[in-house]
């Protein structure tokens, strides 16, 4: 096993580590379900508010929020269940990969992707369960709150037991408060804590609130430096895809000539129509840096094109939305697997134990899988009869014949 330093310094393997085909395709696979069911569900919220999928497609494309258009309470409650599934569905794929990581980590080189999703599946309950379970407790909190208001409105006893109970009311808001930070730090957590400890829903609640009250700082200072990384590993693998690119086109302007870049022309302009409000957030960045991993500038519909020339612009754009993709997985991948790390190094400095050197129950389980099945096999071999030789014929020499008198005789 590699060794580790538990501290900060270990949060700088998080883009080595992210970098894996394997880690990349379990998080493009959950982005694409998730991002699937966010669609349908948020166009179908527009539609039910009174707009047509072309003045959605036109203002939002492939990123519609209804946030932003004028609809009933009805079509926010479907836009609020769709985002809950796709929470859902990335909690899910979070836990796979910080599985993966954690069996990185452990040396463990041979962990298929198949198994991480068999483990995300069997602690399915435990990770959704724990996000339940700090939903119920803040709800429990605000509806004593709001029940307490409403006996404060009770003439003369209202007035002076809500004077009376003051401290404790504001102790219990502290307490909200704490319940709360917990929440959002087992946003980010539970699958590293459940895919590291084997946790169940509890076990996720309790060590969230345990790193929250214990390592506060340190999970403030290791998120900022998580980051950061986040960020230049990001910036770096969309302006390494970009500059490919360029080198890809200006490779074949040389021997095609025109015809790639209207070809060019017309997938940027897709990709102008179905991401509008991408190129606003490029140019948010600093300096140049937008124009490093995005468009440099809107492009116009390539007019006067065949159709074979059109359906090559569109699939042309559809592999650059895909490499795109890619590098938002790829992001997810190295936020993963820095929360993995930090959390093995808040549990190290807690408890004073390596988590990483901790027996672990799945491959507990799969050792007495196979020494079971090697012994099951030895003893069938054992017990299998040995065919029987066949028993070698041993040639009888006859004696030769002794002739008969007569025929001697006639002779």
Not at 153 to 180: C, D, K, N, Q
Not at 391 to 400: D, G, Q, S, Y
Request: proline share 4%; with cysteine.
């Amino acid at each position: 096993m590699k060794a580790y330093h538990f501290n900060y310094r270990d949060l700088f393997r998080a883009p080595r580590l992210a970098f894996s085909i394997q880690r990349i395709w379990i998080n493009g696979t959950g982005l694409l379900l998730g991002y699937l069911v966010y669609l349908i569900f948020s166009y179908f919220s527009g539609i039910v508010g009174g707009y047509n999928c072309s003045a959605i497609w036109s203002d939002f494309g492939l990123l519609p929020c209804s946030f932003a258009l004028y609809v009933p309470w009805y079509s926010t409650v479907i836009y609020l269940v769709g985002l809950a599934l796709f929470g859902a569905i990335i909690l899910f794929t979070n836990t796979a990969v910080s599985r993966v990581v954690y069996m990185a980590l452990r040396d463990e080189l041979f962990y298929t992707w198949t198994q991480a999703y068999k483990f995300a599946y069997k602690k399915w309950i435990s990770s959704l369960g724990a996000m339940l379970t700090f939903v119920f407790i803040i709800a429990f909190f605000v509806i004593a709150a709001l029940v307490m208001g409403f006996i404060g409105r009770i003439p003369f006893v209202g007035e002076l037991g809500t004077v009376l109970l003051t401290v404790p009311y504001i102790f219990a808001s502290l307490l909200l408060l704490f319940i709360i930070i917990s929440f959002l730090v087992a946003i980010f957590y539970v699958p590293a804590i459940i895919a590291t400890s084997d946790e169940d829903a509890l076990g996720g609640v309790f060590q969230s609130f345990s790193i929250t009250y214990n390592q506060l700082w340190r999970i403030i200072l290791y998120g900022i430096l998580l980051f950061f990384l986040y960020a230049v590993s990001v910036f770096i693998l969309a302006a390494a895809f970009k500059i490919s690119y360029n080198i890809f086109i200006s490779l074949f302007t040389l021997s095609m000539g025109d015809k790639i870049l209207q070809l060019q022309q017309q997938a940027l302009y897709i990709i102008d129509q179905a991401l509008p409000t991408v190129y606003g957030w490029a140019n948010l960045l600093p300096g140049e840096l937008g124009k490093w991993i995005y468009l440099t500038s809107p492009h116009p519909y390539a007019p006067h094109l065949g159709g074979i020339m059109q359906v090559s612009g569109y699939i042309l754009g559809i592999f650059l939305l895909f490499l795109g993709g890619v590098v938002v997985a790829y992001g997810e991948a190295v936020w993963n697997s820095g929360l993995t790390m930090i959390y093995v190094i808040l549990y190290k400095l807690q408890e004073r134990e390596n988590l990483l050197e901790r027996e672990d129950e799945e491959l507990k389980e799969e050792e007495e899988e196979d020494q079971d099945s090697f012994q099951t096999e030895q003893v069938e071999m054992e017990e299998k009869p040995e065919p029987q030789k066949k028993a070698k014929k041993i040639p009888v020499k006859r004696k030769p014949r002794k002739s008969s008198p007569r025929k001697s005789s006639k002779e």
